[in-house]
Structures are given as structure tokens and as C-alpha cells.
């Protein structure tokens, strides 16, 4: 249960976890391999085996916990200590206006200005496989802040984002089915997501739905997730690890059917992350930094088209590529990419703190 006691824990759990769950996205989006370059493919999908298998584990498996993730926190901390009224909705959505949507807006505008700029004055870098922004009809334009190019906002990684004010909008109707389903309305959430039993609209995702219910439930019935979890810290990494082994053999066998193994998987390594995240803590083992977990939205939103660049000024430098300049590049982007995400921040706050706040959503 939720207690005075647990709630310093908690707190420092949830903070401490921000930016390495952010490390883990922007290695989901440090990919190395079908990088183009004006049309060419320098390197191409599968053309390393070695550097395939470790791309697989650490984005595809351990990684891939990080948004779920994400969304089952943004659940707990929507409900938390809270009942849910008209009036309160009111309230939430008003704060998520200056948290979300203001953010969301900004950076969706200034990833939109980059391409421009790039287009213009770094055309020999780009892949030759986007529209120019000259030629944008008026679909692309009521595109760019919804579903531009595969479901995603221009600002590709802000699809998060746009999926979170979703299911924040459509809270009104998971309270009740949280409240009166009990645990049974997040299980057939769960099942639906597993199963991917689910409708193709842009910015309803059965992930953020499922995910943002799970958290929920515990905040809605007063339960602290941290010692939940925290006594399964064993069984659940070596059943996550062993999850973890049975899936890289299905997609090394191109068994792509066993889609639901992978998923299962990810409920599992969340209770492990959690749990030791959790434990460490406890134990004085893990430390939390007020500034480096402030610096994680930032992070997030700066980082997509800054990690594309400098992938492919990677490959293009060290081309022809090899097993471990790929390998190299896939281990040293991500944490690069973080330090200068990092450094600017610092920099940002320090000498423009009311921008730095109004873009970051006051965090």
C-alpha cells in the first residue's frame, strides 16, 4: 500500500529511472544499419551479422521496456493521490496543456525548421528519399503535428507524446473501467495489446492505453508499484533474461509470428527494471540526480535529428564499414548524442531558465 514511508522511495525510483529509460530511446534510434546518403545505401540491413545480433538485444529487447515504461509511470502519477471528478479532469488537462502540448508544439515547429534548413544547406547528407519542404501540399502541412510519415509527427519521436494526450484525454472513460473492471479491465487491455488486437489510427495506441492503465491501477488502488515489484527482482530477471534468449532465437530464425513472446517479455524486464531500480535505492546503492533526471525531456526531445546526423556522418567517414566501426558507432553515438543533450541543457538553464522551462514542460 501507499504509505508516508514507501513515498521517498517512489519519488526517487520514478526520478532516477527518467534518463536512462531516455539513454534507451535514443538507442532505439541509433541505427547504423540503411543509413542513404543522395539515394545511395551505404550500408544495408543485415550486412553485419555481429553488429545485427547486438543492435537486436539492446534495442530490441532491452530497450524496447523504456516507452511502456514510461507510460505506465505517466498512469501512476496521473491518478496518483487523486480521486477523479469533472473537476479534476479540468485541472489535468490544463496542466498537460503547459506539460504536453506546448512542448509538443515547439519542438514539432523547430524539427520542421531544421529540415528546412538541412535542405537547403545540407543536401549532400540527406538520403534523397523525403519531400522537400518547398513542395509540401496542404495535406503534408496538416500532417507534420499528427501522422507525417509512418504514424509519426514530423517530430518522429514526439509520437509518444502525441499518444500520451491521447490517453489522457480518453482517461474519463479508463477511470470507470479501472474502478468497477478491477484488474480484469487492465488484463483485457493487456491481452488486446499482446495479441495486437487493435485498430490502425494514428495516436491511439493500445500501448499507451494498456501501459497507462496498468500504472493506474496501482495509483487508483493505493498501491506503491516499487514494493510490489521489488521482492520479484530474482525471479523476474532470470525469467526476463532467459525471455530475452528464446526471443533473439525467434528473430534469428525469422519467426516473426511470435510477436507475443517479445511482449510478454517486456512486462517481465519492467517489473525487473523497476525492482532494482527500487532495491538499489533502498540500499543507498543508486544515487539520484535532480539535474541529470531534468535534463531527460530535454534530451528526448532534442535528440532525434542531431543522432540521424551524426549517424550518417559516421558512416560516411569510415565508409567502407566493418563488424566493429559499426559496432563502435552504435555503442558511442547514443551516450554522445546524451552528453551534448546533457551540456546544453545545462547551458539552457542556466542562462534562459523561463525557455528552458516552457519547452521542457516545467520539468
Not at 144 to 170: E, T
Not at 201 to 225: E, L
Not at 230 to 241: E, G, V
Not at 262 to 273: D, N, P, Q, T
Request: aromatic share 18%; hydrophobic share 55%; charged share 15%.
Amino acid at each position: 500500500m501507499l504509505s508516508n514511508n514507501n513515498d521517498t522511495t517512489l519519488s526517487k525510483t520514478i526520478t532516477f529511472l527518467r534518463l536512462p529509460l531516455i539513454v534507451a530511446v535514443v538507442f532505439i534510434h541509433t541505427q547504423l544499419d540503411d543509413v542513404m546518403i543522395n539515394g545511395t545505401a551505404l550500408v544495408h540491413e543485415g550486412q553485419f551479422p555481429v553488429y545485427g545480433l547486438l543492435n537486436h538485444v539492446v534495442t530490441n529487447e532491452f530497450a524496447r521496456i523504456a516507452v511502456p515504461l514510461f507510460f505506465f509511470i505517466s498512469g501512476f502519477l496521473f491518478f496518483y493521490r487523486s480521486g477523479f471528478s469533472l473537476g479534476i479532469y479540468g485541472q489535468k488537462l490544463k496542466k498537460r496543456v503547459r506539460t504536453l502540448l506546448v512542448p509538443y508544439i515547439f519542438w514539432n515547429v523547430v524539427v520542421l525548421l531544421l529540415i528546412l534548413l538541412s535542405q537547403l544547406f545540407l543536401s549532400s547528407m540527406l538520403s534523397g528519399r523525403n519531400k522537400l519542404v518547398v513542395d509540401y501540399d496542404w495535406l503534408d502541412w496538416l500532417d507534420l503535428f499528427w501522422s507525417f510519415r509512418d504514424g509519426m509527427p514530423v517530430c518522429y519521436q514526439f509520437w509518444f507524446i502525441r499518444d500520451l494526450m491521447v490517453v489522457v484525454l480518453f482517461s474519463p472513460i479508463l477511470h470507470p473501467l479501472i474502478k468497477y473492471g478491477k484488474v480484469f479491465g487492465v488484463l483485457a487491455l493487456g491481452v488486446l495489446w499482446l495479441f495486437n488486437v487493435w485498430f490502425e489510427v494514428p495516436g491511439f495506441s493500445i500501448t499507451a492505453f494498456f501501459f497507462f492503465a496498468f500504472g493506474a491501477w496501482f495509483s487508483m488502488n493505493r498501491r506503491d508499484f516499487t514494493v510490489d515489484f521489488r521482492p520479484m527482482r530474482w525471479s523476474a530477471t532470470l525469467i526476463y533474461l532467459a525471455w530475452v534468449v528464446l526471443d533473439t532465437c525467434l528473430w534469428e530464425y525469422k519467426l516473426v509470428d511470435f510477436d507475443y513472446v517479445h511482449k510478454a517479455g517486456i512486462v517481465v524486464g519492467l517489473v525487473a527494471v523497476v525492482s532494482w531500480t527500487a532495491y538499489g535505492i533502498t540500499k543507498g546503492r543508486l544515487r539520484v540526480s535532480a539535474f541529470l533526471a531534468g535534463s531527460s525531456f530535454f534530451v528526448y526531445a532534442y535528440h532525434g535529428m542531431p543522432v540521424a546526423l551524426v549517424v550518417k556522418y559516421w558512416v560516411r567517414c569510415l565508409f567502407p564499414m566493418s563488424e566493429w566501426t559499426m559496432i563502435a558507432g552504435y555503442l558511442l553515438i547514443p551516450f554522445f548524442i546524451v552528453g551534448v543533450g546533457v551540456c546544453l541543457y545545462a547551458l539552457l538553464h542556466k542562462y534562459l531558465p523561463a525557455l528552458t522551462a516552457l519547452v521542457t514542460g516545467g520539468r
